[in-house]
């Protein structure tokens, strides 16, 4: 635990956040703290905050979340992950991954009932990203088309992601920036059944109104 706390220190964060995150020592446990934040409505406008500055405020959006399950995993000895999602006429979603026996899980934040964790049980990132297709949506219409290789954050500064005090668009551009693979065709999207009414409407439930 102390060396989980000192590496937390070295790469910028305070002792209690870094033995916050250091608690968090299972992927599980993880997405139980990101679940439990408050959802970052973004108020004051458009907002990348940093995995402290998630912790001071209490509050995270999906990227924001993905931050701080990526900070969390490198403390416990894991890579820290993430993968981007790109939709078409709709907002990316950003998840922190993980591996257990070979197969992949993801960590996430959504406000939405849909596009939240997966067990490791996707033995592809195509096939844990086609896990979210059919309830990626806008209103009745599907609109997930592509994602990104897995992108490790040690690429990254960690001042630009892990103790940044002002806004970490840098790191979310170099994400978005990042290879993606596209999920089907266009002939393929011109063919997509829109959703149903009973869908459309079991859509709308939020966990933060």
Known sequence: ??????????????????ALLARLQTPEKIQDYVTALRN???????????VSEVLRRQ???????AFVAAGAL???GQAPLLMDMKAEGDDDHVVALFRHRGCWGAISKSNH???RWRDPIYKSLRELTMSY?????????KTLRSYSAAFDMRRL???LWLNNRGSCWEAAFALDGSRHY????????????????????????????
Not at 59 to 65: D, K, R
Not at 183 to 202: G, S, Y
Request: proline residues 5%; positive net charge; hydrophobic residues 40%.
């Open 157 to 159: 500064d960690p001042a």
């Open 133 to 141: 297709f059919h309830e990626y949506v806008v209103q009745s219409r």
């Open 74 to 76: 490198l403390l416990n």
């Open 113 to 115: 009932i849909w596009l």
């Open 1 to 18: 635990m102390s060396k989980r706390i000192a590496l937390g220190q070295k790469l910028g964060l305070s002792r209690s956040h870094a």
């Open 59 to 65: 509050h995270a959006h999906c990227i924001e979340g």
């Open 40 to 50: 970052n409505a973004e108020l004051e406008g458009d907002t990348c905050l940093s």
């Open 182 to 209: 596209p999920l089907i065709t266009e002939a393929q999207a011109r063919r997509l059944r829109p959703r149903e009414k009973m869908e459309v409407h079991a859509g709308k439930l939020l966990e933060y109104p």
